[in-house]
């Protein structure tokens, strides 16, 4: 069964410095996964997704995440953060091959301090 | 890109009734659907794939007759919570397939009292 592994509940960086929210995936497949963001008591948007093509995928407002296969991993990275990055986090990825049923991770609340 | 809409955003009923959330495609057509459900501050759980014209597929662990799903267009399936109670109170989330990307609702936030 396909899954995903958030390691951290909670990031808090400076505005200003790198943000690193960690993903680790099992799967028996070569997987597609994604990053979505969610901000207060709203829906959800999709930041970026890996499908098999290049293994550093840059999603919108500067966020990227690089696949690593031998480390089942899938980090989600910024150069600088925003205050306005401050939000939930969610590491995901598909349940089988060719379908849109998704697997989410239990999610990382960053929390970016001026 | 494609807009997914939900209604109501949030609602608040008393113990013992039933509640109907709304979600719509706008600018395409989705023959599926998923609805989604998301306790305080914990992850998405899915529920259940809406068909259109067809019967929902339900996850292990939920209630089909708790949750009554209706895909009746290619443009909206509706989610009923039947007789809610307290413990049903949560963020409902749906998501449709467009172009082979998934877009979500801003969510429906019960309340049951």
């Known amino acids: 069964a396909q899954s995903v592994t958030q390691l951290d509940s909670h990031v808090s960086v400076s505005e200003g410095t790198p943000v690193l929210l960690r993903c680790n995936y099992s799967?028996?497949?070569?997987?597609?996964l994604f990053w979505y963001v969610q901000h207060p008591n709203k829906g959800l948007q999709l930041l970026l997704k890996?499908?098999?093509?290049?293994?550093l995928v840059k999603g919108i407002n500067g966020f990227e995440a690089e696949f690593k296969k031998s480390e089942t991993s899938f980090h989600l990275t910024k150069p600088s953060a925003h205050m306005s990055d401050a939000a939930e986090y969610f590491c995901?990825?598909?349940?089988?091959?060719?379908?849109?049923?998704?697997?989410f991770g239990t999610g990382t609340r960053l929390q970016v301090f001026p | 890109g494609a807009v997914v809409s939900q209604h109501p955003s949030w609602v608040i009923c008393k113990s013992g009734t039933s509640v109907k959330i709304e979600c719509r495609s706008l600018?395409?057509?989705?023959?599926?659907m998923f609805w989604y459900r998301q306790f305080p501050k914990q992850s998405l759980m899915l529920m259940a794939t809406s068909n259109e014209g067809s019967k929902a597929t339900y996850e292990q662990g939920v209630e089909k007759d708790k949750f009554l799903i209706n895909h009746a267009s290619l443009t909206l399936s509706t989610l009923t919570v039947t007789s809610a109670h307290p413990e049903d109170s949560s963020f409902y989330i749906c998501s449709a397939s467009s172009t082979g990307e998934l877009f979500f609702g801003e969510g429906s936030r019960l309340t049951v009292l």
């Open positions: 600018d395409f057509q989705a023959t599926t």
């Open positions: 995901v990825v598909s349940e089988r091959l060719g379908t849109d049923k998704l697997i």
């Open positions: 890996y499908t098999s093509a290049a293994t």
């Open positions: 799967s028996s497949y070569s997987p597609s």
